[in-house]
């Protein structure tokens, strides 16, 4: 996908000289401007001129970006890098500074920023808006992973990082941290430890393991704010079993799903709740290895809709029969932790590492 090069005076005269007026986000390393451009609206992000901000972080995010092309993905619609001097005023003299401007622009969402719609108990949004968010955001992220002849590493994947367009449709944005390697089986170690530390894995604060298994965290990490809210995980790991947990978070949505005189989809939203809680518990394992690989979390989701397919087909009196059974198949098959009702507790979203570096939040 070839992307734009544009004029720093074209971006300059769409977002009115980058007017407070036409600002809609901003962020650590740079504010979101919103502009028209040839009747469409697209966003103008500005990167700041931050120490250790150089020129190949640039190319990689860039570089990235072109790389893929995915419904779930934000559509990177061109770019700028532009270098020029200016007079400015240093220690009591005028002096010619150089000033260099990297900027990127990208389709406009006009659905805002995934983290928007997270409460503290659960998203806000219905459960079938939810439940498509969650399988948007595998989809992209398993096109990252696998759809490229070398592997993207996401490393950043969070809520804020998550846009959703008109009609909700989540795609995947900021790959300023992402990481090309040779294969999804490579792993290095980096001393380097940056991102949102409430969903780093344990391994890459510890000792700065950077693997395929860090986004399939962050991925889990991001089910559970939408499922539980941004307070369920914490008070699930201070005081419940996971079991405990996936209860209270099905009851939760069980009392939020509006009753239905089919009783089949009720019962089928509540089956994909379980699901998503359960799988994004796997995710945050503290066990690398333990944790699944993205294609395989696709893959059970696109098993899960393929037996609720088969439910629909039937007919009511058998799929009630149905449902239980599904369940049973897919905790077999997708709950190894949970057999013979073994009760482990939550892994910790917090560290002690974090406590003491908030700066990275």
Not at 21 to 49: F, P, R, T
Not at 261 to 272: G, N
């Amino acid at each position: 996908m070839d992307s734009t090069c544009f004029r720093l005076h074209q971006l300059e005269a769409i977002t009115n000289n980058f007017s407070g007026d036409q600002k809609v986000g901003s962020g650590g390393y740079g504010d979101v401007y919103k502009a028209v451009l040839n009747g469409e609206e697209i966003a103008v992000k500005k990167l700041h001129a931050l120490q250790g901000l150089d020129d190949e972080d640039f190319r990689n995010e860039l570089c990235n970006f072109n790389k893929v092309n995915h419904k779930n993905i934000i559509r990177l619609i061109g770019y700028c890098h532009d270098t020029h001097e200016r007079c400015v005023e240093y220690g009591g003299e005028l002096i010619l500074a150089r000033i260099v401007e990297r900027l990127l622009c990208f389709e406009y969402m006009q659905g805002g920023s995934l983290d928007k719609h997270i409460g503290d108990e659960s998203c806000l949004l219905d459960w079938a808006t939810c439940y498509r968010i969650i399988q948007g955001t595998c989809e992209g992220l398993n096109h990252l992973h696998n759809a490229q002849e070398k592997p993207i590493f996401h490393l950043d994947l969070k809520p804020s990082n998550i846009l959703l367009d008109n009609n909700i449709t989540p795609k995947i944005t900021d790959l300023h941290f992402s990481t090309r390697v040779a294969s999804t089986e490579e792993y290095y170690k980096t001393e380097i430890i940056r991102g949102t530390m409430s969903y780093m894995p344990p391994e890459y604060i510890e000792c700065g393991i950077v693997s395929n298994k860090f986004d399939v965290f962050s991925l889990g990490a991001v089910i559970i704010r939408v499922v539980a809210g941004n307070k369920g995980y914490y008070r699930g790991h201070r005081e419940l079993s996971r079991t405990q947990f996936i209860e209270l978070v099905v009851e939760n949505w069980k009392g939020r799903l509006q009753p239905s005189s089919e009783y089949r989809s009720h019962d089928i939203d509540i089956l994909r709740v379980r699901t998503c809680v359960e799988m994004a518990l796997r995710c945050v394992d503290r066990d690398r290895e333990k944790r699944p690989c993205i294609e395989d979390i696709v893959h059970e989701l696109e098993e899960l809709e393929a037996e609720i397919k088969r439910i629909m087909s039937v007919p009511l009196e058998e799929s009630k029969v149905l449902i239980p059974q599904i369940r049973c198949h897919l905790s077999g098959s997708m709950r190894p932790w949970i057999c013979n009702n073994e009760i482990q507790s939550i892994p910790p979203p917090v560290t002690t590492f974090e406590r003491h570096h908030r700066q990275f939040l």
